[in-house]
């Protein structure tokens, strides 16, 4: 089972990320199981998200405590949640931001793991390029299969446009395209 | 079809491939997506003539799908916490009334404090009202036995509570196998009322009935969901046969063969407890689980069978009987009644707390061992409790006593100090 | 304007409706009614609300070609209709709980809808207890929603079948159980009550009036032309109970006919929230003409009487006569 866990502020589409990523799974032929951490729902407040992805049947309900990977929405979030509980140093670490780990803050913690394993991505600018709006989501999802391996681009798009259909589904599709190949090719 | 989708998303389609004719609601997290997507189902034309009434209370809710499911409509509404508390009296009396109404209950815990989250205190209030009450285990369940409900309601003239995990399981997206319309129609017949509001018929329903004939009523009602005992195994049967997997009946047994320690559980958190039964007889301890699905009418001898020659039995339950303990452990030691295995009650998940394996493996463990404390309340912050103890014991102050906590620890502004 | 000539109901030995143009007989006076509340029932003699369910009903069922479904709230009306194992109704009748007779009836008017049965049509009926408080927020939502449901109030100012208890629709001075004859203001108070009616027509529904055993006619023909109406209608009759009111059974008919002609309960109709027709006071009475038969407001009149709350009511019947012109003279 690999387990990923999605921080976010209310508004940012952390849920969707956590959906999509389980109908990604889906369309692979994998068992996928998403749910948010529930909570009054308003904007601006934390929001943390659930995709665990399976062979089998996920019978499991409790919250993701220990994440295969961890995908940071929000990196204001940083020094104010414990957002790296349960996470492995063997696990995948993907944050939207265009600055440094120095910056951040968190440049020790980062050595701790394989260099391969840990990536930032300016999802929030692709998003703003692509869609209009700075909804980072997709584009993350984009680097979150880049990086981990664990799903196809292909299937990423496919639910992407699957849960946003139309124009706005393309657009949002092009930014994790972007954030894939920009990841890939480095 | 196998699809990715939100549980309350599949339980709505579930309901509309069962051709509902009323459909009434008013809004309670965690069921609204529930019927916010039968809204709009019911507005794209494929359900006919279904009406769908947006009712002023939950009290309203029920009295709609009485005064419809009377006139003959296959009805539905769906609740949830205090929704379900606000219509107490009408779910009475539809049961009362022999109407085959079908409810959804997004399981939440009742205020006050008031509280959005997930456990089974509303079902449990409401379960001796007369209600059929199925628990699902998992979104699949949860669709299945709305359409199993339907078909077991019309047929016994009872209504059918079908209880999903509010949030654990309604805001969850994981895969389900939704039927198709033609399997559902083979399934479920069109509904034909037992009793119907007619002009052509006229009949008066609903007349006061005194002590002369009351208990023989109550007698027949009681009767009619111990029938539903053998029911309720048959549909879900011929559900299997229908739509080629399992799905409900009475309870179903999880490695119970040679399991010493048995777990018992409604509801999702089997799911999690199926896990944590494989990780201990890969370690050697010969545990077992069984899910409750019928909670009413209660399966006391199907649980007596595949409970007897348990050493222990351990009951986790989503609810707290204030005064008591267990409520569904004290239905389960009714169904041991007279049998030397001891019944354990771990009392869990209340208002929404996560249960996870790493707290059910060492609470498990201590009840392998006849150690754990019963009934033993999970990952209870004892250190917040004892100390709200000995203020109590000093000072008399009267109010909430989560207010009282929250002002100790200075999170709530009172007088200054 | 001019309004109709009325002939006064002296029973049917004078004028009554043998020697009324067959047109303007009433229900009740046909052959073929279809009697939908029959006789066996058990209520009180002189009851006011079986006589105006008795005329409501049969004249619902005249209008929908006898295809009507009533929903009943619990309540005087359902319990002595319904002395199980008996039934006394002739019509399809359900009865659910005390608050809920308008979702009830919203539930079989829906189902009605949805089986393609436009030919039957839906009446609800409470007394004033399970309409004008418990069963208020379903009648509001009713309204809201304009379902298609004529609801019928039978008010007799006060819940009675439980022994003659305040309700929303109690008169100001009024003895009842819960408001008894002592202390310093002796009965219910002034100052609260609600206005149903007035709060029908707040909803903007399609058909509100007020009627009184009084006139039977007229509560026929309002019920009958409700029934002409689609959407959410309200009809709120005013009936004495002999028992509740302390008054002889023999005078219920003079009572109500009191209460219209002093100006404490108006006749009016009204459609969308506009009054669109008033019963004029032929022969205006003063309240005490009312109150005095009544033992519940027996403590006005007792020495040394009370003429100031007496006058107190005055006033509310001289604000209704002003206000729906119940008094207005013909035009020149």
């Known amino acids: 089972m690999f387990q990923i866990r999605i921080h976010g502020r209310g508004g940012q589409g952390v849920v969707t990320a956590a959906e999509v990523l389980s109908v990604a799974a889906f369309i692979e032929g994998m068992h996928a199981q998403a749910f948010p951490s529930f909570g009054s729902e308003r904007m601006g407040a934390p929001v943390t998200a659930f995709c665990r992805i399976d062979e089998r049947e996920i019978r499991l309900r409790e919250p993701v405590n220990e994440p295969d990977a961890l995908i940071i929405q929000d990196p204001t979030l940083l020094h104010q949640v414990d957002l790296f509980s349960g996470l492995d140093t063997r696990g995948y670490l993907l944050i939207n931001t265009r600055r440094k780990y120095s910056e951040l803050g968190i440049d020790d913690f980062v050595k701790q793991f394989p260099p391969h394993h840990v990536c930032t991505s300016p999802a929030t600018e692709l998003a703003l390029k692509h869609v209009g709006r700075p909804l980072p989501n997709a584009a993350l999802i984009g680097s979150f299969a880049a990086v981990s391996y664990r799903l196809k681009l292909d299937s990423v798009l496919a639910a992407i446009r699957q849960k946003f259909p139309g124009e706005v589904g393309e657009r949002n599709a092009a930014a994790a395209a972007e954030a894939y190949d920009s990841i890939r090719t480095n | ?407 100790e620890l200075g999170l709530v502004g009172g007088k200054l100090r | 304007m001019t309004q109709r000539v009325r002939f006064y109901q002296t029973g049917t030995f004078t004028v009554g409706n043998r020697l009324l143009d067959e047109t303007s007989r009433t229900v009740q006076a046909t052959q073929d009614r279809s009697n939908s509340l029959t006789s066996g029932h058990r209520a009180c003699q002189g009851c006011g609300e079986a006589l105006g369910a008795r005329y409501a009903v049969d004249a619902a069922m005249r209008a929908a070609g006898n295809r009507l479904v009533a929903v009943n709230a619990t309540g005087c009306l359902e319990v002595f209709s319904t002395p199980y194992p008996e039934t006394s109704w002739q019509m399809p009748w359900l009865h659910s709980l005390f608050g809920n007779a308008p979702a009830v009836a919203s539930g079989v008017a829906a189902a009605l809808r949805a089986k393609g049965r436009n030919d039957v049509r839906v009446i609800a009926q409470g007394g004033d207890g399970g309409t004008v408080d418990i069963g208020f927020g379903c009648l509001s939502g009713m309204f809201e929603r304009n379902d298609d449901v004529l609801y019928i109030c039978y008010d007799n100012e006060a819940y009675m079948n439980t022994g003659v208890q305040r309700s929303g629709s109690t008169p100001p001075a009024a003895r009842t159980a819960t408001t008894p004859a002592l202390g310093e203001q002796p009965g219910n108070v002034f100052g609260q009550g609600k206005n149903a009616p007035l709060i029908a027509m707040a909803h903007n529904i399609p058909y509100v009036a007020t009627a009184s055993v009084a006139d039977l006619h007229d509560l026929e023909a309002k019920v009958t032309k409700a029934m002409g109406i689609p959407g959410a209608r309200y009809i709120h009759i005013h009936v004495p109970c002999p028992l509740g009111w302390g008054s002889a059974p023999a005078d219920t008919i003079k009572l109500a006919r009191a209460a219209v002609e002093s100006g404490l309960f108006p006749l009016f109709e009204a459609e969308h929230g506009e009054v669109t027709d008033v019963t004029r006071i032929r022969r205006r009475m003063p309240v005490e003409a009312y109150l005095q038969p009544q033992r519940r407001f027996a403590h006005l009149f007792r020495k040394p009487g009370d003429p100031d709350t007496v006058a107190a009511i005055q006033r509310i019947a001289d604000r209704n006569i002003e206000k729906f012109g119940l008094l207005d003279g013909e035009d020149g």
Not at chain 2, 381 to 394: G, K, P, S, T
């Open chain 2, 1 to 407: 079809m196998l699809k990715q989708v939100e549980g309350s998303h599949a339980v709505a389609e579930a309901i509309a491939l069962c051709r509902p004719e009323v459909i009434c609601a008013y809004p309670i997290t965690p069921q609204t997506h529930i019927v916010e997507r039968l809204s709009e189902i019911a507005r794209s034309g494929t359900l006919g003539n279904c009406q769908y009434v947006n009712v002023e209370s939950e009290f309203a809710a029920m009295s709609v799908a009485i005064g419809a499911s009377a006139a003959g409509a296959r009805s539905y509404t769906a609740t949830s916490s205090q929704g379900l508390l606000f219509m107490a009296e009408a779910v009475y009396n539809a049961a009362g009334l022999g109407l085959p109404i079908v409810m959804t209950v997004g399981n939440r815990a009742i205020g006050a404090p008031i509280n959005i989250w997930n456990d089974h205190s509303d079902s449990m209030a409401l379960a001796n009202a007369g209600w059929i009450q199925l628990f699902a285990e998992s979104n699949q369940e949860a669709a299945d036995l709305h359409i199993q409900a339907f078909r077991l309601a019309e047929q016994l003239s009872v209504p059918v509570m079908v209880c999903v995990d509010g949030f654990i399981l309604t805001h969850a997206y994981e895969r389900v196998d939704v039927p198709d319309q033609k399997s559902v129609d083979a399934y479920l017949p069109p509904f034909e009322p037992v009793q119907l509001l007619d002009p052509d018929e006229p009949i008066s329903i609903g007349a006061m009935v005194g002590p002369e004939a009351f208990s023989e009523v109550r007698y027949l009602a009681h009767h009619k969901q111990m029938q539903a005992i053998d029911v309720i195994p048959s549909l879900a049967d011929a559900f299997a046969e229908t739509f080629g997997r399992r799905s409900g009946g009475l309870i179903e047994e999880y490695r119970t063969d040679g399991a010493e320690t048995v777990i018992v559980a409604l509801g999702s958190v089997i799911g999690t407890i199926k896990d944590v039964v494989d990780e201990m007889r890969d370690a050697g301890v010969a545990a077992g689980a069984v899910k409750i699905v019928s909670f009413r009418p209660f399966p006391l001898a199907a649980l007596r069978a595949a409970l007897e020659r348990a050493k222990r039995v351990v009951v986790l339950e989503k609810d707290l009987a204030l005064g008591l303990g267990g409520i569904a452990a004290s239905n389960v030691r009714m169904a041991l009644r007279g049998l030397p295995v001891p019944v354990y009650t771990i009392i869990a998940g209340l208002g929404g707390r996560a249960i996870t394996k790493a707290s059910l493996h060492k609470a498990l463990a201590e009840a392998h061992g006849d150690t754990i404390e019963d009934p033993l309340f999970l990952d209870l912050d004892w250190q917040i409790v004892d100390h709200e103890l000995a203020r109590e014991r000093e000072k008399r102050r009267s109010g909430p006593v989560a207010e009282n906590i929250l002002r």
